[in-house]
């Protein structure tokens, strides 16, 4: 058995929709029409009302996003 210890991993952050609209500089509309097109991650529903992207996802997305 190991003695080492693993430091506990943070968990992603979740991002609102005003976090991603400030984070790409674009519209309501722009966006949804990029996540329905699957040229940006889908948020996850977190209740009936609101919608959440995992910061980790996002960040990934504009390292490997060639226009941004």
Known sequence: MSDT???????????????????????????????????????YRVSVRWLRWRESEVQEWLESCPRC
């Open 5 to 43: 210890f693993a430091p506990p991993v943070a968990p992603d952050r979740l991002l609102t929709e005003r976090d991603i609209l400030e984070l790409l500089r674009v519209g309501r509309t722009t966006l949804r029409e990029m996540w329905s097109h699957d040229r940006f991650p889908r948020p």
